[in-house]
Every structure is written in C-alpha cells, then in structure tokens.
C-alpha cells in the first residue's frame, strides 16, 4: 500500500513539473485578439477599416507613434448592433501599454464619443505614446453603444525601454506643470490610509474591553446601560466632531490649495465630418457570391461597367480587414499586417483594363489562409450569410476608386 501512495506521489510530482513546464516553454502569441471570435457577418457587414498607417513598429519609453487610416460605416448596418449614434474611438491593446495623447476624426479631437452616420466614410488618427516595454497588438477599434466593440485590424509594435521611465506631462490652464503618471498620488494615499485609520481606532477602542460573551450577558441581564460609559460617550462625541471637523478643514483647504476646478467634461459630439469621397465612376453589380465550406476562399461574380474616362483594373477587395490583392495591379507599402494581407490572394478571370464605357462580367476569387484563420468562414453559423466589402479599382494613372459591394454569400458544399 505504502509503495503504491509513494508511485502515485512520485507520478503526480512528474505530470505536475511537466505541466508546469509544458506552461513556460509554451507561449501561444495570439495573433488576434477578440475580433476572430465575433460573428463574422458582423465583421463584414459593420465598419471597414482601410488606408491604414501605423507609423512606427519599435519605438521606445515615452515615444510617440499615430495610427492613422479610414472607416467605412457600412450602410447595411445589422439589426443586432445598434446604430453607431453613440460611439467612442479606442484603441485596443492590453492595459495602458501606450497612453492615448490624442486621437481625432475628421480633424476634430475625439476624447468624447462621438455620432457616426451610416454610409459615411471618415478619417480618422490616433497618437499613442509608449509606456511599457513588450510586444503589443495594436488594433484601431469602435465602441458602438448598445452594439459592442468593432475591432478593426491589429499590429505588432514593439515598446523597448523602461516603464519606470515613462512621464505623462501637462500644462494645466492655471499654468502648473504636473505628471500625470504620479500626480496626486500620494494625496489619494494619504486620505485613505487617514480615514482608515481612524476607522480602525474606533474599533480598537471598543475592542480594547471584552467584546461578546459580557456584553451579550449584560445585555440579556438588563444592564445595557453600563456597557456605555460617560467616558465611551466623550470619546464617541470626539469622534463624531472630530470627523466633520476634520472634513470641513479639509475640504476648506482643498479649495483654497486648488480655487480653480471644473466639472468633468462629458457629452456626445456630433456633427463628424465625413470625408467627401468623390462619386464614383464605376458600376459594380455582384450577380452571385459563394464561398466553399470547407474552404479558404470566396468566389464572386461582378458585373462591372467604367463610367469614367481612363481604363480600370480591379486591385483589391477588403472585407473584416483582411486585404485580397491582385500583385500585378496593387501592392501594399504601408507594412500591413501579415496575417491579414494577401498580396497574390486576388484572382479575377480577366484583369486586363476595362475602357471607359465597357461592361464586362468577371469571376473574382478572394482566396487566403486568412479567410480560415480570421474565421471568415464561420460565416456558416451566422444567422445573416451576407457578406460586404471595398473594391478599389486603380486606373492607369494609379488613381484608385472606392466601390462598396454587399450582397448574398451562399455556401457550396460540393
Ligand atoms: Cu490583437
């Protein structure tokens, strides 16, 4: 028996370090965080990221960078998600890693939330100063009210340095300079520790006597009274009036330290402006969308017409975003994130220049392991199979042009 306990105490000491083990050397770097999760019908069908520019991937301790891009807010926004009236700008990263300095939509600072219409495009930069060294996954990102967070895509920037290094300076418009990393800090720690100290005597001083069974005894005896002496009742006086003293002194003080203080500053900006994009000239009509289950890629059928007056080729589609190129038309410059771009994953069955004036019925297939690893292709379990996305068409020139598509994607299974 003995031997057998020993056996049993030896093998779960060694699964135990294995598993302890197995927990260090394994550190999955999670390529994605949240968004592969959500439906992907809701991905497609809400904001659509693009022209995205994060200007630096390492920088170190107190260092600036700005992500700065577009948004498409789609029109055929679902049901489920209420409508971005109510929404609020973030960034998504891991805690505080990097501060917000500033971010803007249109030109206009968005500290607030902000009123988006549905259709509209917008442009959009946020400034990010580091703060703690690591690895992060930096997404733009929408927090619509009564819809959830919209996670825009996400990319690898290194912070080196120290965190202990990190400042958070600013000028107050009374002309201080503080840190608002440490300011007031140990005024907070000072008020706590204060009142909770005072708490804690109150308690001393009663615990100080027996503090159940005699009181209990007196109690049930009839003698309550002789719990509370004249003494007990001088010092519950002083504690009492010491308390309001000492919040009126203070809060007296506390004005006359700081004369000039604000309310907080809060409520919904509107009137966001969006960006003019310039009518487009291109007539894309999609006649049918499939995508293969199981599978890594989708399949439509465009009907394009060039209303325009220089010859086009299709360069791009985007949807969630994930980018599908067609290399020989469109290459991305901006250091796009690797998982989420397909530099040759746009195959259309003739690219070759469509003139002005000409309509011509094309198979494009949208085609990359992203379509599976962003979970794309869970679309077979939303309630909504419609997908929608951005076509940019380039011209000669390279003038690009913006095409919204939206419509059925029906599953094949043969
Ligand atoms: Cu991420």
Redesign the pocket.
């Known amino acids: 028996m003995k031997i057998l306990k020993d056996k049993v105490t030896k093998l779960s000491f060694v699964a135990l370090l294995m598993a302890v083990t197995a927990a260090m050397v394994y550190t999955p770097t ?6 592969k999760s959500q439906a992907a019908f809701m991905r497609m069908r809400t904001i659509h990221w693009f022209d995205l520019n994060w200007s630096k991937e390492v920088l170190a301790v107190n260092d600036t960078m700005t992500i700065s891009g577009k948004f498409h807010v789609f029109a055929g926004w679902p049901e489920t998600v209420d409508k971005p009236d109510i929404s609020f700008l973030n960034i ?1 990263i891991p805690g505080p890693v990097f501060i917000r300095a500033g971010s803007w939509i249109g030109g206009q600072l968005v500290p607030r939330s902000v009123s988006l219409e549905l259709g509209e495009t917008y442009e959009f930069k946020v400034l990010l100063k580091a703060r703690r060294p690591g690895d992060w ?3 733009t990102m929408m927090n619509v009210k009564g819809g959830g967070p919209i ?1 825009g895509p ?1 990319k ?1 920037v290194t912070v080196t340095g120290s965190m202990s290094s990190f400042t958070n300076p600013i000028t107050t418009l009374t002309g201080e300079t503080i840190d608002l990393e440490t300011y007031n800090l140990s005024n907070v720690y000072f008020w706590h520790a204060f009142w909770y100290a005072l708490g804690l005597a109150w308690l001393a001083y009663w615990a100080r006597k027996p503090m159940f069974i005699p009181r209990l005894i007196a109690v049930e005896s009839g003698k309550a009274d002789s719990l509370i002496t004249p003494t007990d009742k001088k010092v519950a006086l002083a504690f009492g009036v010491g308390a309001i003293a000492i919040v009126a002194m203070s809060m007296s003080t506390t004005n006359q330290r700081y004369p000039v203080t604000t309310p907080l500053q809060a409520g919904l900006l509107r009137g966001m402006k969006p960006i003019e994009m310039p009518a487009t000239t291109i007539a894309v009509k999609v006649d049918d969308a499939t995508y293969r289950v199981p599978g890594r890629a989708m399949q439509m059928t465009l009907t394009v017409t060039n209303n325009g007056d220089s010859a086009v080729r299709l360069g791009e589609f985007n949807t969630a975003g994930v980018r599908f190129l067609d290399s020989k038309v469109a290459e991305d410059t901006t250091g796009y994130p690797d998982d989420l771009l397909a530099e040759e994953g746009l195959t259309v069955s003739d690219n070759s220049p469509l003139a002005p004036g000409q309509t011509r019925t094309i198979q494009v297939t949208a085609s990359d392991a992203a379509w599976e690893v962003y979970r794309l292709a869970d679309l077979i379990y939303d309630p909504d199979s419609r997908f929608a996305g951005l076509l940019f068409f380039y011209d000669e020139a390279g003038n690009r042009q913006m095409v919204m598509v939206d419509s059925s994607l029906i599953p094949t299974f043969t």
Do not use: N, P, R, T
């Not at 999670?30 to 968004?35: D, I, K, N, R």
């Open positions: 999670a390529s994605a965080h949240g968004e998504g996954h930096v997404h996670i996400g690898w």
